[in-house]
């Protein structure tokens, strides 16, 4: 089972700050956490499927975005960190 962690402002919609899920892919995961946590967490992928710009998905601490993006295949030891991107400096 993948572990999932939620990093601030996630963790304050999913009232924890990590959990496992049984899912294969980045695509799957966002699935089965809008099912879990209703549609605040309906950001992770954009309206083509694709994951969202706004969102920074770490797969065992590389950046999702230069993976496969919602195809990163997921592992049962992943380790998998949700935030949000920093935008400004």
């Known amino acids: ?26 695509r ?23 994951l969202s710009p706004g969102i920074v998905i770490l797969v065992n601490r590389r950046n999702a975005h230069t993976l496969k993006g919602a195809d990163t295949v997921l592992q049962e030891d992943s380790e998998v960190i949700i935030v949000p991107y920093i935008y400004g400096g």
């Open 1 to 26: 089972m993948a572990l999932i962690r939620f990093l601030a402002p996630f963790n304050k919609i999913t009232k924890v700050d990590s959990l496992q899920l049984d899912v294969k892919s980045i």
């Open 28 to 50: 799957e995961m966002a699935g089965e956490l809008v099912n879990i946590f209703g549609k605040e967490m309906d950001v992770i992928l954009n309206k083509e499927g694709e």
